[in-house]
């Protein structure tokens, strides 16, 4: 099948509008239509309910659009796993979480850039489940997350630890004061919520909530405040005199882990590409 249609059928689904979908597929109207068309008429179902300025999904077009993505980011591995060129010898696809980007795996990837000449690297940001999910589907090599799944499937190796400190932007201030006046809330995952939950109680009154800690920094450093960040992030601003640490508040530990699947055929070459990880 053309995997044009179901580039199509994904753009659709994203925009919910024809006319939108053939300007960010640069194709026409009348091309979008029939492709969704000729889609719906190979599987024998209709895909969007279409009524005026209001395209949705129909419940086959929801079962499809996972399977679909699937299709597209395996298509699009295999073309470019196919097409390497010469002077790439092997590639490796691999994700991470936006924060994990910043505290570990970008520094991964300039050691990789730098011993591993042969290496063609993909690199993909996105959220813990998506990323974990791509392993399992096989579309992902290695991904980088705070959380290890449960999957017996899957393998999850901690990495390095990440201690989340609480820093306020003003200077010897107790617990309490941080958590009740401006305080920023990062979602740093489930263990850290109890560790949290814990540690604060009803004293938190976070005036914004947040789930990607480099925002949250900004925010910090722009508008004042406390809020848990990890170490390696904010190390240099601590330094510099910006942020404090708040004297008496725990320290909440996090680990980063690289999860693959057991078996992989790529082992070896995980196994090498991961001694780089280790900091």
Known sequence: ????????????ARVRHFGKAADSLFVTQA????????????????????????????????????????????WERARLDVALESQYARSLAVGTTGDLWEIAVR???????????ELALRLEVD??????????ESLLDLVFVYEPPAALELVARPLIGVPLVLVSTRAAITPEEALSSNYLLVDWGSSFAIAHAAFAGDRCLPRVHCNYGSAALDLLLSQGGSCYLAQQMIQSHLDEGALHLVAEAPIIERYCY??????????LLLQEVLAKAVL
């Not at 520094?107 to 000449?117: D, I, Q, Y």
């Not at 959220?127 to 399992?136: F, K, S």
């Open 107 to 117: 520094g991964w990837t300039e050691r990789l850039h730098s011993t591993h000449a």
């Open 31 to 74: 091309a979008v239509s029939a492709r969704i068309k000729q889609l719906e008429n190979t599987l024998g179902v209709q895909l969007f309910k279409r009524e005026r300025n209001n395209i949705q999904l129909t419940p086959a077009g929801e079962r499809l659009r996972r399977n679909a993505e699937i299709i597209v980011s395996g």
């Open 258 to 267: 690289a999860v693959f699947r057991a078996g992989d055929e790529r082992d």
């Open 127 to 136: 959220r813990a489940e998506r990323l974990v999910a791509r392993v399992v």
């Open 1 to 12: 099948m053309d995997i044009a249609l179901f580039k199509t059928f994904l753009c659709v």
